[in-house]
Structures are given as structure tokens and as C-alpha cells.
T-cell receptor, first 116, second 120 residues
Framework: AQSVTQLGSHVSVSEGALVLLRCNYS??????LFWYVQYPNQGLQLLLK??????LVKGINGFEAEFKKSETSFHLTKPSAHMSDAAEYFC??????????????FGKGTKLSVKP | DARVTQTPRHKVTEMGQEVTMRCQPI?????VFWYRQTMMQGLELLAY????????DSGMPKDRFSAEMPDATLATLKIQPSEPRDSAVYFC??????????????????FGNGTRLTVT
């Protein structure tokens, strides 16, 4: 069965510092992995996705993530944090591989705070 | 900019009352998901539809929850009777998918802003 674990429910960084949000997955089949961002009182928005092409995936707002099969990880990074990056970030894995069932299993989320 | 619309944004009701939440998916999207978000459990999938047909509702308490798509522009989630433990934010999401290419793979899921439900 597929699952994701996000290490750290809350991460705080200074503006301009590196952002690193950790995600480890468990999957019995080649996984499809996603990062979503949720701003207060809003729904989730897709940041980036890994679907077995390049292992380094670039997303919106300067974020990127690297798929490492040996470490079963898909950590999200951004070289320089901006105040507007403060939000909650969710890692997700597709529940089923192929077929008509592509719903997602989400991690518990990591709330990112950015200090001026 | 096309978006998923959910109504109401907030709902406060008393235990035992019926609650109906509505979702208007993005025009042309054929897959609709209902998720529930709580502090304790995070995001849980309740049900999802492809071309208005329910594909999976195993995450939904069957005795009190029901989900339907009366037409392609409307999805509903009903709770009857509601209980305090149903208090959560309920999200609807829509996407494009086929039988061989699930919606989350080739096109992003678009989420609504959610319905915050409080049952007292």
C-alpha cells in the first residue's frame, strides 16, 4: 500500500534562507509523487509532480524536488525563501498505478513559516 | 481563470441536522474528488467520480454520508444526520482523466476553497 511521511509538522526559516521540506514515501509499485501548497482558507494547488521522467522536477514559484529511489524520498527545496512562501505544504503519492484510479494519498502536511 | 466552486464556504449546524455541500467542477473536467481535512487525520479521500459514475467511496461512512453527481456541473456531499465528529473542512477537486490515464497524472487536480463545517 502507498503512503507518505512528512518529517516535521512545522518548519521555520528566515527570508532568503534555504527551504527544505522532507517527504518519504512507501509504494509497492513505481510511484507518482506530488507536492501541493495550501494558503490559508484556500484549497490545494499543485507545485510540481514526478511521473517517472526526470528525477529532478522543477515546479512553480522556484520550488523543485528530487526523486531518490534509493532513499525513497521526494524532498522539496527552494534556494531562497520569500515571505509569500509561508503556507502549508503537502506531499502526496498516487494511490494506484495505472487503470482508472488515480486518487492521491496525502501526507499530514508541513507548515512553513518565513521570518523577516 | 477557471476554478472549482464550493458552497457554502462555512456551515454551522446542530447535531442531527442534514448538511448538503455543493461543488461545481471546472467545465470539461470529468473526474471529481471529495476530501475531508482535519487536524488529526489530515486529508482523507471520501469519494470520487469519473464521468458522473462513483468509482470509489470506500472512505465515506456509508450510514450517514452520501455523494452524488446529478449532472456534470454539480457534485453534492450530504451528511444525515450530522455529528460533532464530522466537523472538518471538506474539499472538492476536479480533473481530467481516462480509464488508462488517471486524472492526477497528466493534469493537476484543481481544488475548491472548501466548506468549513462545524457541528455543535
Amino acid at each position: 500500500a502507498q503512503s507518505v511521511t512528512q518529517l516535521g509538522s512545522h518548519v521555520s526559516v528566515s527570508e532568503g534562507a534555504l527551504v527544505l521540506l522532507r517527504c518519504n514515501y512507501s509504494s509497492s509499485v513505481p510511484p507518482y509523487l506530488f507536492w501541493y501548497v495550501q494558503y490559508p482558507n484556500q484549497g490545494l494547488q499543485l507545485l510540481l509532480k514526478y511521473t517517472s521522467a526526470a528525477t529532478l522536477v522543477k515546479g512553480i514559484n522556484g520550488f523543485e524536488a528530487e526523486f531518490k529511489k534509493s532513499e525513497t524520498s521526494f524532498h522539496l527545496t527552494k534556494p531562497s525563501a520569500h515571505m509569500s512562501d509561508a503556507a502549508e505544504y503537502f506531499c502526496a503519492v498516487s494511490r494506484h498505478y495505472g487503470g482508472s484510479q488515480g486518487n492521491l494519498i496525502f501526507g499530514k502536511g508541513t507548515k512553513l513559516s518565513v521570518k523577516p | 481563470d477557471a476554478r472549482v466552486t464550493q458552497t457554502p464556504r462555512h456551515k454551522v449546524t446542530e447535531m442531527g441536522q442534514e448538511v448538503t455541500m455543493r461543488c461545481q467542477p471546472i467545465l470539461g473536467h470529468n473526474t471529481v474528488f471529495w476530501y475531508r481535512q482535519t487536524m488529526m487525520q489530515g486529508l482523507e479521500l471520501l469519494a470520487y467520480f469519473r464521468n458522473r459514475a462513483p468509482l470509489d467511496d470506500s472512505g465515506m461512512p456509508k450510514d450517514r454520508f452520501s455523494a452524488e453527481m446529478p449532472d456534470a456541473t454539480l457534485a453534492t456531499l450530504k451528511i444525515q444526520p450530522s455529528e460533532p465528529r464530522d466537523s472538518a473542512v471538506y474539499f472538492c477537486a476536479s480533473g481530467l482523466g481516462t480509464d488508462t490515464v488517471p486524472s492526477s497524472y497528466n493534469s493537476p487536480l484543481h481544488f475548491g476553497n472548501g466548506t468549513r463545517l462545524t457541528v455543535t
